[in-house]
């Protein structure tokens, strides 16, 4: 396993939940990384996209209320989430993307993300 996320669990509406993307000393967060999530029923969808540099462009459902960052020191990412709403209920995902061209190398098992009204 290259890729493992934690911090998933369950909040009420307008929680907070910060998440994290560990990489294995066999693969590498410097490059580019993208979070994204899946609803049961719904198709995957991107979250968040983290460049090599650290820039960030987000999906317009959470700009204003994620924040993805990484830390290269630590081989890790992070998936910051405030303001929480039912319709982020989702497993999150990280996944790495070596030339920055939107392939995707290697993906985590996912972490449970759950929003309660």
């Known amino acids: 396993v290259q890729l493992v996320e934690s911090g998933g669990g369950s909040v009420e509406t307008g929680g907070s939940l910060r998440l994290a993307c560990v990489a294995s000393?066999?693969?590498?967060?410097?490059?580019?990384v993208s979070w994204f999530r899946q609803a049961p029923g719904k198709e995957r969808e991107a979250v968040a996209h983290?460049?090599?540099?650290?820039?960030?462009v987000y999906a317009e459902s959470v700009k204003g209320r994620f924040n993805a960052s990484k830390d290269d020191s630590k081989n890790t990412a992070y998936l910051q989430m405030d303001t929480l709403k039912p319709e982020d209920t989702a497993m999150y995902y990280c996944?790495?993307?070596?030339?920055?061209?939107?392939?995707?190398?290697?993906w985590g098992q996912g972490t449970q993300v759950t929003v309660s009204s």
């Open positions: 996944a790495t993307d070596r030339l920055c061209r939107g392939m995707y190398d290697s």
């Open positions: 983290i460049m090599i540099w650290g820039d960030t």
């Open positions: 000393q066999y693969e590498s967060i410097r490059v580019c």
